[in-house]
């Protein structure tokens, strides 16, 4: 099944996020989990903070929280937001794609498929998607503290190269 990329990722970076909604998402984490670049998702995320879904906190604790409800969350409204319009299909993706016109005679066919495919996505909400995930079997993230961060910072580091260093060569 395919579907335009910003709503597949912003439908799950607000997946992600209504996961632990005490907690603010990195951007960096949140790419990670969603399989894309932070570029692109920090794009999708500004785009939804300002149609207010989420709100922002720059610094080391900062990141995106979901301010709304999953429950009020409509993935019509996501979609509008996030594509020009919302493309789903089965199968894959192909240079060849057809591009019907109201004159060809299966037209009406595909047209009442893509309405009943519109009104089920307007009435699907986020809280809908966390329940097909399963996502009550999913152990919680740990919470990011000060002394997570130091530990990864420590285990980051490169180790120094052993003997003569770059100044002692001269």
């Not at 399963?134 to 490169?158: C, I, V």
């Amino acid at each position: 099944m395919l579907l335009g990329t910003r709503l597949g990722y912003g439908v799950r970076a607000l997946y992600e996020l209504a996961l632990s909604p005490e907690r603010r998402g990195a951007v960096r984490d949140l790419a990670q989990q969603c399989g894309t670049t932070e570029a692109v998702l920090r794009r999708i995320l500004l785009d939804l903070r300002a149609a207010g879904y989420l709100e922002a906190q720059k610094g080391r604790m900062g990141g995106f929280r979901l301010i709304k409800d999953p429950q009020a969350i409509k993935i019509a409204d996501v979609a509008k937001v996030l594509e020009r319009e919302p493309a789903l299909a089965l199968g894959g993706l192909r240079r060849d794609a057809l591009r019907l016109e109201p004159d060809c005679p299966t037209f009406p066919f595909w047209q009442a498929l893509e309405e009943k495919f519109l009104g089920e996505l307007a009435q699907a909400t986020l809280a809908d998607v966390i329940a097909l995930a399963g996502a009550a079997e999913r152990p919680p993230a740990p919470p990011r503290g000060q002394a997570q961060a130091k530990r990864a910072r420590r285990t980051a580091r490169k180790p120094r190269a052993k003997g003569r260093t770059r100044r002692s060569r001269r």
